[in-house]
Structures are given as C-alpha cells and as structure tokens.
C-alpha cells in the first residue's frame, strides 16, 4: 500500500540511494498533517451514510440521470468515500490508485453507469464541505484534496 513513508521509500530504493533531507522533510509534512487528516477520517466515518444519501438525493433529485442506477450509484460513493476516508488514515493516494481508480472506473463502464454522476456528487460533496460546522480548515483541506484527485480521474 502506498502512504507517504513507502512512497519515499521505494523513490529511493529505485534511485538506489537513501532517502536525501527533503524526502525526510516530506514525510515529516505528511506526519505534521496527520492531526488533520485523522480529524477529517472521524468526521466521514461517523457520517458516511448521510453524506452519501445527500450527494446522491442531489444528483437524481433533478432527473438527469435513470432512476434504476440509483442504488448503485449510492453503493459506489460510499465504497469511494470509505477509499478516501482509508487514504486520509494512510497519508497517501495508494487506496484510492489500486482499488478505486482504475479498477471501479471498468465497473462503472461495464453497469453503463454514467461516470458524470460520480463526478456531480464528489463535486457536491466537495462544495458541502462546512468549516467549521464539519470539520477544521486543515481538515476540510485534506478532504477536499483527494476529492479533486479523485474528481480529476474520473472526468
């Protein structure tokens, strides 16, 4: 699994050298946000079922979509945001790279799930994001940074 630490790691290992002073630096920034991070974790698990219901009520409310992917759609935002909620524990995008991108991107296509349906409810949910009724700033920008890294793949 990629984190921060591994990622720095496997640079060095490949560069066949040991990690220099700013990959140490970069870590330690990864440790520094790991408050924030952690913060933002426990905020999406306690409320993972409300923020999905929300972003996917928004996203059929207006009938752009086939009511019959509904309950799909509902079912792959929560396995996305439990991807980003793994990704804010481990420091790194690796949860959301090895089974959230490339891999639920094939199912999407294979169910004929239209993939901007995901791209409006991640927004939605990145847009809902209320500091500090949700979360701290820091928080909310941790979380709203691998929304826009998941956003950006899925568009």
């Known amino acids: 699994m990629k984190s921060a630490v591994t990622t720095v790691v496997a640079s060095a290992d490949a560069a066949g050298r040991f990690p220099t002073l700013s990959d140490i630096e970069a870590v330690k920034g990864s440790f520094d946000r790991a408050p924030a991070r952690m913060e933002a974790a426990e905020k999406i698990a306690a409320n993972i079922e409300k923020v999905t219901a929300d972003a996917v009520d928004a996203i059929y409310r207006n009938g752009s979509y086939n009511q019959e992917n509904k309950d799909k759609c509902a079912r792959d935002i929560n396995h996305y945001l439990r991807l980003i909620n793994y990704c804010l524990v481990t420091g790194g995008t ?62």
């Open 94 to 155: 690796g949860p959301l790279d090895e089974w959230g991108i490339a891999g639920m991107r094939e199912v999407i296509r294979a169910q004929m799930l239209p993939t901007a349906a995901y791209v409006e409810a991640f927004t939605h949910i990145r847009d809902r994001v209320c500091i500090p009724r949700d979360m701290e700033q820091q928080a909310a920008t941790e979380f709203k940074g691998l929304l826009d890294y998941l956003i950006n793949a899925l568009a």
